[in-house]
Structure formats: C-alpha cells, structure tokens
C-alpha cells in the first residue's frame, strides 16, 4: 500500500489494517497515529525504531518527580545510563571529526538478527552490478529494486530451494531495512535484486544466513532430564518470576510481554511507551519552574599577620589581609561577631552585624 | 590542602554494620537449602584524553572510582577485617581495569578527588547555619578524606591491586569481559571478530591477574549459539545469560534458571534470576527508590550559586554533578527533603534483611519441588551501587554480614565453586538472548545506532585480512600500525557508544569516538596497504588510543 493510499483511509479502515498488520495496540491510537504506524510498517521500520527526540539542552533542575516514573526503556536501562550521565546539558564539540566514507565500493548485503520478529539488512551495490543486471534483464530504464526474503529454515540454501520468499520493493535511496519476518527459530537469507516488469528476477547480491532465536520454551526434550509438564510449566513460572498455576500458554504471553516490557510496572502510560514511538522527551520537563534562594557573604580586611575569628571560629586570611566567608543564610536571627587580633595579641577588635531572614 | 584541625569532624562515614549476634550454629551435618550468586558487572569504555588537561567524559571514571569502586573496597576491608566468610563474582572489564592502572589516569583522580574535598571543606563552613546540611557536609568531608586515604596511600593509586588482594583471599572471583565490551551477537557474519574480543580480554586479564580467567561476563549478557566455541577454545568455564536463554534453551532445561546448562562444547551457562533481580534494579517496586534514600538528580552542582561551584566544574563551564548531595527522594514530588544518614542505614539494612529472607524462601520452596539444590544467580552492574544507589554499598555489607550470620538456608558460593561440587549438568544449547531492554539485539540496533555496523564489520573485515596478510613483521612501523589498527577496531566496537547513542545521554561524544576510530582505522589501512606512513601521525594515535599495549594483531584473523 502507498502512503497516500494509507492516507485516504478511513478510521475504521485504518483500525482493521493495523489489527492485521499488527501494529501494537492498534485500538488506542489516533487516526494520525494510524497513519504513522502503518506508514512505518510499510517502509520497513518498525515502530520502535524511531529515534527519540532529544530535548534541546535541558534547563538546569531537573524535575525530579518525573523521572521517578518508569523510563520507556525499562529501570535497567535508565541505571546503565546514569554511568554516561554528568548533567543535562550536553558539550558542543567545536570540530567534529571529519566524515567517514558513506560506502566502501563493496557489493554485498549483510543481514543481523534484531529479534525473534525482525531483521536488519544494510548493503552497497556497485553500478556495475547494476548494469550486469539490467543488461541480464534485457532492460535500459530504472528498474525496481526489490529485497527477496528467502526462509532458508533446515535448508542448505542454493537458491532455489528455500521454503518460502517474499518481496520487499525498496523506496527512494534506502541502503538499509528492518525486515519483519515474524517467525522465530527461523533461518533467512536475503537477497537485493532487480525485478523486471515481467517478474523476472536478478540478484545483485546475497547475504549472509541468519537464525532468529526462539521466543518460547522448546520443544526438544531430553530423556535423561524430563520433567512433567506440570513440573515444566512451574519451572519456567517460577525462573520467569511469573506466579506458579499458570498454563504454558498464559506463561508464554506473560514472557513476551515482559519481553516486550509491557508490564513492567503494570502502567500502560499511553499508547506512546509501548511502542517506544519516540516523541515523548527524554526528560519531561515540568513546565514554566521557578527558584530562588539568598546567602550571605561576609567579608573584610586587616593586618595579614593578624588572627581573625567568626563566632569563634578561625577564620583564613589571605596573603593581603583580607577574608571572605560564605553562608548559607536560614530564616531567623544570625549574630555575626567577627574579632580581628593585632599579630603582638595586644589588641582587638570586634564588629558583629547582625543578620534577620524572614520569608514570607 | 587546607588546614581543617580546627573543625569539629563528626564521623558520618559508613557506620559500621551494627554488631549481630550470631545464632547458635549446629554446623557440622547441616546442609544448606541453596545457593545465592551475586555477581557484580564493573564496566566502563575506555576514555582517556592525554590530549587535553581536562575532559568532561573522564568524570564517568572518577565518579565511578568515588561512589562505587572505593565504598565497595571498603565493604570488602571491613568483611576481612571482622572475619566475616562471603563469596561476590565481580567482572572487571579489560577497559575498566585499563583506566584505573593508567598513570595519568590515577594522576588525575586524585586531582579530583583534592578539588571534593576542597569543596566539600568550603560547604562545611558554608552550611555552619543549616545543621541539617552541615551534617552532611561533613559526611562528604569525610568520605573524600578516606577515599583519598585509601586511594594514595593504602593501595597507591592501583585499585586492581585492591579487588585481587580479595580473590587471592578466595573470597571474590574476578571474571572478564569482552576486551572492550563489543556486543558479540552483532558480530556474527565475521567470527574473527569475536575471537579478536575474546583472546584480547584473556590475555589482558591474564598480565593483570596472573591466572587465567574462569568466567566471563558477555558484554549485556549478548549470546548468540557458536560464542560457547569460542570461550572454550580460549579455556573459560562459564558466562551468564539473561533468564529466556536459559528457559528458551534447547533441550529444554529441566530446572529452570536454578541450575547451570552445559552447552556442547562444555562450557556452562548461568541464567539470571528475575525475580530477585526486579526487587534491586527497580526505582520504583524495588530497593532504591525508597524515599529515605538519597536523590541522585539534586547536586550541589546544580543547586548552588554559579560563581561559587565554577572552579569545581570544567574549564567549559558547563554544570555539572559534583557527587554532594543533599536531598532525598522523599517521595513522589518535586520538593526534597534534607537527607538523613541514619534513617537511610537503617532502610538499608532493613532491605539487606529483606532481600536475604526472599532469598531464604525462595531456596526453600524450590529445594522441595526439585531434586537439587537451586542456584540463584543475582546479576547487577557495579555501578548500581553507590553511584546511582547511594546506599547500595552498604546494602552490600549488611547482607554479607546477615547471610553469615543470620541464617542457615543459603550459602553464597561463585560460578566456578558451585561447578566443581556439581559437575553433573544437563547439556543444551542456550537461546540467543540480552539482558537488555527487550531481551535480544534491539537496543543496540535502532534508528539512532544502527549506521555503526557497516563500518564496524568493514573494519573486522579489513582487520582480519591485514592479520592474515602479515603473519609475521619484520618490527618496524609496519608491527606498530598493524597494533594500533587493532586498537582501533576494538575501541569502535564498545557497545557503548550504540547505547549512548540510544538513550541520547552523551550522543556527541559517542558519536565522535566511533568516527575517530572509524577514520584512523582506514588511514592505517590504507598505509600499510600502500606501504606508507605518516611516522608523526602514527606517534599521536599511538599516544592517544593506548589501550592493551601487548595487543596481538593475529588474534583478528
């Protein structure tokens, strides 16, 4: 579907597509955020994949209650962060490293597991491939690019005889994609092609194979380690930290979910964490916020040999006499005698402001 | 320094676990329930920049070094000294343990560390009128003087020196890491790569430790079936995964996460216990956001007046954390109270006591429905404690104490004890997983970080065919570049710039580092390809990118 036919859809329509292209929670969102959702699903980026939108540099006090909240990215992750963090406000680098080659010359396509649902495919195809395949093809205008998705499970892969492929036509000038293939323990291996209008296909370069991991628990037992099913569905409850007397079935919603991270704290905070799409801000700031507060400095002059007390305590002077003494200044009364003592100890001298804070 | 005699110094360090009596213990024919596993990952990339006086990325080390590495050592002292028996299994990272023996490094932290206490100093008589804040400016004082202590004349400056005094003792069993942390199931099409992080790490913990290592922490627990091969080939017994590789293993395991999988190339595999895990990392259901804890977001670097805190910050002037603060959580709300030392410790060994009584019933339960004693593997990064869990250090210290005293059900015990007493262990293929969010590779490949890859395996890929193409050098620049070219694959591949880069915490600079090391990588491609080198340039990355100086170029082919 193209994006200005996902556009002329109505709500309703919308809703019944996002439920079949499983877009998560597909019930709560805006007809905008439909729009949105299925847009990426089309283009190959799965929601999450969105970039988080960074705050300009944050104000100065941050609003802490905010961040008590559970971090879209789960607390494990807002920890491992607080390593990197020394404050909100991010150094500007004034020369940043000159920029490293877009592509290599190379033709190839490399393909890395995301997860048990998703792959990523980047790849560099050179012009002479190109025109190997168009010539191949029997072709002299643009042709389409297409990544063939191969489902090599169980396969020694010669390219003919995966299970099963699919098609993703390729837009504008991508040079990398996020592949839903939506089956876990399965191999894949993908090709980058042209297709002609025929449907004849050429491949301009072919990957790497890969497995996604599984996102339940095994079928595989071993004799000499079996349990009963009962005994199995408790193990994996209880090393889940799920609660003991749920079905298998149940157990493995409960695991993709926290996979997930959808119940982490049981808070569904909008549509908008579950699918991570990155237009809430790192740090929510407060709105308009406003502090103050006053101290007292107390300062002054005398001999450099002399001895100088403040509510008798010493006091440092410097080199040239003078001293300087900072407070922070509570509510209430603060009286401040300050003595000074010639260097022979013969004479003193005493000066005592006094000080009255009140807030009202 | 200045001269502080003249201040009363109220002692507001750590306090001493309070003196528990022990129960009357019928040992001698009593069998524990249990096994707890507490592992504690310290990790952080390596940044040094001797090409600067000052650099705002280097506090990651110093804060880490003042609120973590330090209090944890202290833990650990007054354990020895008060002969309580504990066992913790600590990964130090090739990078982590690279930076605290660095000269220049040490050289620096303790410049920092003059500059806390002399503001901590400055605070002290800033807040005489404010008891509430002089207390803990006090505290500050104190903990700055002894870390300093500890640090400059205890163990001269070398903090690795510290953790292995411990596992020389046989109390903590010190594991590696990827060399520079690179997330290994990213890495899959070009196993050299992988290898490369491996061996590098163990020949480095080798020179540092004088052992091999028996365990290895994978960089975010990122396993993919295969890596097992590679661990044992470089002779390491066990890694951790998070829980669904274990769950998720085929065969299926028997015993859930509460027992070790042997996977075929005989290499053990620990699974993470989750439930004991979400009540410690959690801010909100677990421990550390407790209110009577201490707010990491409040700083007196943020707080206080600018002309006053500017000489403690950078040269840029940029705010920062300065490590004092003042406030505690106090609850779901912008107003902060002033923190209390005590109450703090008090909640601190309640939760101590709290997490050993879950401990003890979760061995009990388990130890009755299944044939073998259960292992609770408890997992967290090193710098939870102290540096975003203030208390956690301390948390630390009274379960150890607690566990030893307080109770029968569990014994702690490391990866590589729990092995030796049971060798008998089911064999099964983990599933490929992560500790990260989401459990697999996502964090690491997303929209903000997903560019890095093409480069990254370009430069494993260049890297193996320059090794494969020299397998020997005559000396000269040629062995120096082909090094250094290694240097420079590993520090590109830290996952944490990808994670940074995620989280958008310091996104700048860690997209500045991959695109340095990107970039000199290629040049020194480039001239050993066409035999030719700028000596000078060479000099300088040499200078700069120093890490691993016994690095070995063929462990990339």
Known sequence: MTESEIRALTRRQLVATAKEKQVKNYGRLTKDQLVDALIAVEAGVPPAAKKAARPEAAAVNIPTAALRKEPPGGWQERVEETKYYTGPVEKRWEEMPTEIPVSYGDNRIVVLVRDPWWLHAYWEVSPQQVTRGKQALGLSEPVKTVLRVYDVTGCDFTGNNANASFDIELTGMASNWYIHVGQPNASYCVDIGLVSPQGQFYTLARSNAVTTPRDKMSDVVDEKWMSTKGQAEKMYALSGGFRVGAGSLELRQLMEERLKQEISSGAWSGAISSWGSGAVPKRQQRGFWFVLDAELIVYGATDPSAKVTLQGKPVNLRPDGTFTARFALPDGEQVIPVTATSPDAVETRTITPIVNRMTK | ?557
């Open chain 2, 1 to 557: 320094m200045r001269n502080c005699k003249n201040l009363a110094l109220q002692g507001f360090g750590l306090p001493q676990a309070s003196p528990l009596k022990p129960h009357a213990c019928f040992y001698g024919g009593f069998v524990e329930k249990g096994y707890l596993c507490m592992v504690l990952h310290a990790h952080l990339p390596y940044v040094r920049h001797p090409e600067f006086s000052d650099f705002l990325e280097e506090d990651w080390l110093y804060e880490a070094i003042t609120e973590t590495y330090i209090p944890l050592i202290e833990v650990f002292e007054g354990l020895e000294r008060d002969k309580v028996d504990f066992r913790i299994t600590m990964s130090l990272t090739p990078t982590l343990i690279s930076m605290l023996t660095d000269p220049l490094l040490q050289q620096r932290y303790g410049a920092h560390l003059d500059k806390l206490i002399d503001l901590s100093n400055k605070e002290v008589m800033r807040t005489q009128w404010q008891p509430a804040y002089n207390q803990l400016a006090l505290m500050y004082y104190h903990r700055f003087t002894r870390a300093r202590q500890m640090f400059v004349e205890r163990y001269n400056r070398n903090l690795v020196q510290a953790f292995r005094h411990f596992q020389d003792l046989g109390k903590l069993e010190i594991i590696t890491c990827g060399a520079t942390h690179g997330f290994l199931p990213l890495m899959q099409h070009n196993k050299s790569a992988v290898r490369a992080q491996i061996l590098t790490a163990v020949e480095h913990y080798e020179s540092h430790f004088g052992r091999k290592p028996r365990g290895i922490w994978l960089p975010e627990c990122g396993y993919v079936p295969g890596i097992d091969e590679v661990l044992a080939e470089a002779g390491i017994k066990y890694f951790f995964v998070d829980a669904h590789g274990i769950l998720h293993a085929s065969p299926r395991p028997k015993y859930g996460v509460f027992s070790p999988l042997y996977c075929p190339s005989g290499v053990a595999a620990f699974g993470r216990d989750l439930e004991s895990s979400k009540q410690v990392w959690s801010a909100v259901e677990g421990y550390p956001g407790d209110y009577y804890y201490r707010e990491f977001y409040r700083d007196i670097g943020f707080d206080l007046e600018y002309d006053y805190i500017r000489p403690y910050l950078h040269s840029d002037g940029i705010r920062v954390n300065t490590g004092i603060k003042y406030h505690r959580i106090t609850g779901e709300t912008n107003h902060k109270e002033p923190y209390d030392r005590k109450q703090a410790m008090d909640k601190a060994a309640e939760h101590a006591g709290n997490f050993m009584f879950n401990r003890e019933k979760q061995a009990e339960y388990l130890s009755e429905i299944i044939d073998r004693k259960p292992i609770v593997i408890c997992p967290y990064d090193a710098e939870l404690f102290g540096h975003w869990w203030f208390e956690g250090p301390e948390w630390i210290n009274f379960l150890m104490r607690k566990v030893y005293h307080d109770q029968k059900s569990l014994r702690l015990i490391t990866p590589s004890e729990y092995l030796e007493e049971n060798h008998t262990n089911q064999v099964s293929t983990p599933s490929m997983s992560s500790w990260g969010w989401k459990g697999y590779n996502e964090v690491w490949l997303e929209g903000t970080n997903d560019w890095v890859y093409r480069h990254l395996h370009k430069l494993s890929d260049r890297m193996r065919e320059l090794a494969q193409m020299h397998p020997q050098t005559n000396g000269g620049w040629q062995a120096r570049a082909l090094n250094q070219a290694a240097r420079e694959v590993l520090l590109a591949q830290s996952s944490d710039w990808a994670f940074i880069m995620k989280t958008g915490t310091m996104v700048n600079y860690a997209v500045k580092r991959t695109k340095d090391h990107i970039l000199r990588f290629n040049r020194l491609y480039e001239s050993l390809k066409s035999n030719s080198i700028d000596q000078d340039w060479l000099h300088d990355i040499e200078y700069k990118d120093n890490i691993f100086p016994n690095i070995n170029y063929r462990n990339f082919a």
